[in-house]
């Protein structure tokens, strides 16, 4: 049992959430009804996207995108390595080729230039992910996309609250893919979102989500789809949290500020560039402990595993690495040098929004006692 564990959810007091799912909960309508279109509508409100289709989960949400920007199977679709295996998954579910592409060493988010190296008349799609919340340089990537004439998509599954240039995630390129997990910021227990500023996607979306349906004709099916839909009951504990998605971000910025001040400088350690021109969502607090340490990374984690203290060495192995994908058609880049260190020295520290001073400083002591 672990005294501190890395995330645990801010949840709706419980009869706060009987009240809100109360009218769905009578009406019978338990799935893809009043709440989940709240739910949308708060998305789109939040973000600024014109659409929001509400998904099962963010994977599921990834599984069916490329299918619904028409992504030829066979086809390369360029993402990085240094990610949760679900970006790269969802691509094998479409029978397409990931093509992984190392990460900038101090963002970690994905190279516009190892991208622009990459690239080839095989390259159908470019999907850049925000990591740990923080979004990855667009513009970039958006300007090879529209040169090349193929869709960027962002797998925003940490993302929810970020800002680039200014502007909120959701926005950006042909879609973007949040989680509503309970690992994130917002969660809906479990829970996917998609937006886009594009009606036709939106409503393709809507329909795959539930099974291809006809969405006049609701007994046919026109399209391949999936059992994706949110149950009223998820969309409940979303639109609860999502209202307060700013609130929590701030929250989860002030710990980070307390773990960057801390820990950024012991000595050895590095922490994630945040730059000017963009905001973190604050999902997650990594410190990364590279050789010239005093105690490397794998024993730092379990040093701190002992002392009650959950964390998670994130992002590793990289998606290249995973055993998985060693058995599928998969194209790798000539370089992923920063992948392949941010995976050997990252470790993710506990951190949820509403997390105690005190128990920030039981970590920090803790961090400090075995690396300083
Ligand atoms: C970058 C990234 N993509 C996708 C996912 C998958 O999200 P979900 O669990 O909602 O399917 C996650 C979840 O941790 C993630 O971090």
Not at 18 to 26: A, G, H, K, N, V
Not at 39 to 51: H, S, V, W
Not at 263 to 274: D, N, T
Not at 299 to 321: C, D, M, N, S
Request: charged share 20%; hydrophobic share 40%.
């Amino acid at each position: 049992m672990m005294t501190l564990p890395i995330i645990r959810p801010t949840l709706p007091p419980l009869d706060e959430l009987i009240d809100l799912i109360r009218p769905s909960w009578e009406s019978g309508a338990v799935t893809n009804g009043v709440m989940v279109r709240a739910l949308e509508a708060e998305a789109c409100r939040q973000t600024g996207a014109r659409y929001a289709v509400a998904m099962s989960s963010c994977t599921s949400g990834l599984i069916l995108v490329p299918r619904a920007l028409n992504l030829p199977p066979g086809g390369e679709v360029i993402v990085p390595s240094f990610t949760f295996t679900a970006t790269a998954q969802a691509l094998l579910w479409n029978g397409l080729v990931p093509v992984f592409c190392d990460c900038l060493p101090g963002t970690c988010t994905l190279d516009p230039s190892d991208v622009e190296r990459n690239v080839s008349e095989r390259t159908v799609a470019i999907c850049a992910v925000s990591i740990y919340g923080l979004p990855p340089d667009i513009h970039p990537l958006l300007e090879i996309g529209r040169r090349k004439g193929i869709p960027v998509y962002f797998d925003s599954a940490q993302g929810l609250g970020a800002t680039y240039h200014g502007q909120s995630l959701g926005q950006f390129g042909a879609c973007e893919v949040f989680s509503l997990s309970p690992t994130k910021v917002v969660t809906a227990v479990e829970g996917g979102l998609v937006t886009t500023n594009d009606i036709a996607l939106a409503d393709r979306l809507r329909s795959m989500r539930d099974y291809g349906r006809d969405p006049v004709h609701g007994e046919d099916m026109v399209d391949l789809g999936l059992s994706a839909r949110m149950s009223e009951l998820h969309a409940a504990v979303g639109l609860w949290s999502l209202r307060r998605v700013h609130e929590w971000g701030k929250a989860r910025l002030t710990r980070i500020d307390v773990y960057r001040d801390r820990l950024g400088a012991l000595p050895g350690c590095w922490v994630q560039e945040l730059p000017e021109d963009r905001t973190t969502s604050g999902n997650y607090f990594v410190l990364f402990i590279t050789d010239r340490a005093k105690t490397n990374r794998d024993t730092v984690y379990q040093k701190l595993h002992q002392a009650g203290i959950q964390t998670k060495r994130y992002f590793h192995p990289p998606v290249h690495e995973q055993t998985l994908f060693k058995q599928w058609t998969t194209r790798v880049s000539s370089d992923l040098a920063h992948t392949e260190l941010a995976g050997r020295e990252g470790l993710a520290l506990p951190l949820y929004s509403h997390m105690t001073l005190d128990q920030l400083d039981t970590v920090c002591r803790a961090v400090e006692d075995i690396l300083q």
